[in-house]
Every structure is written in C-alpha cells, then in structure tokens.
C-alpha cells in the first residue's frame, strides 16, 4: 500500500500562485501516474493534472492549462502543482491520488483510483 500525503495549500488572492506538494510512502516502487484532483463543495471531484511517471508526460484539464505545472522529486517522493495566476473558481480540496502498475482507461475519474490523500484546501479570494 501506498500513503499519500498533500501539503502547501492555504488562502490566497486571486492573481496569487501556490504549490502544493503530495508525498508519497510505504510501497511507492510500481507508481505508474500520479494525479491531481479537486472537490469544491457541492460539487463532484475533478481532474486536474496528470503526471506519468516513465517520461514525465502531463496533461491537464482545460480549466487549469497553461496556468497548472506538474513535475515532481524522485529522490523526495514527492509530486508537486504548481498553480499560478490563481481564481476564485481554483477554490476546492485538493487530493491526489496514485496509480500502481499501469495506465486505466479513464484517468481523468476518480473512480479509477484507490490511493488517496487526505487532501488539501485551497481558498482564492477574489
């Protein structure tokens, strides 16, 4: 099993950049893909961003591209968002979630993920 664990959100004005980090342990070695989700309430979970662990390909929801950067620390075991020109529609918990082995069909729902963090909460203020 893997644990995961997010960090780094927090309130900030809209125009603000953030990065939140998501630190792996326990049995971390078959990670294929890490992603990024986010909950705002009332509200289902949704993709974020995407990284793959074997070429560090990214993709990113159409809502965060161009201002969401994936990248991430092998030797911290650690995945990172880093989320600049932030909006008030950025608001949200946001969790991420590991993938063991190999791709799944559909990455972008949350169902296909077993792996969570307890999340992080990021607050934008407009």
């Known amino acids: 099993q893997v644990q995961l664990v997010e960090s780094g959100g927090g309130l900030v004005q809209a125009g603000s950049s953030l990065r939140l980090s998501c630190v792996a342990s326990?049995?971390?070695?078959?990670?294929?893909?890490v992603t990024w989700f986010r909950q705002a309430p009332g509200k289902e979970r949704e993709f974020v961003e995407t990284?793959?662990?074997?070429?560090?390909?990214?993709y990113y929801d159409d809502s965060v591209k161009g201002r969401f950067t994936a990248s991430r620390d092998s030797a911290k075991n650690t995945v990172y968002v880093q989320m600049n020109n932030l909006m008030a529609k950025d608001t949200a918990d946001y969790y991420c979630?590991?993938?063991?082995?190999?791709?799944?069909?559909?990455?972008?729902?949350?169902?296909?993920?077993?792996?969570w963090g307890q999340g992080a909460k990021v607050t934008v203020a407009s």
């Open positions: 979630a590991a993938l063991k082995g190999g791709p799944v069909p559909n990455y972008r729902q949350p169902d296909s993920y077993e792996c």
């Open positions: 326990g049995r971390t070695s078959r990670t294929y893909a």
């Open positions: 990284i793959r662990f074997s070429n560090d390909q990214t």
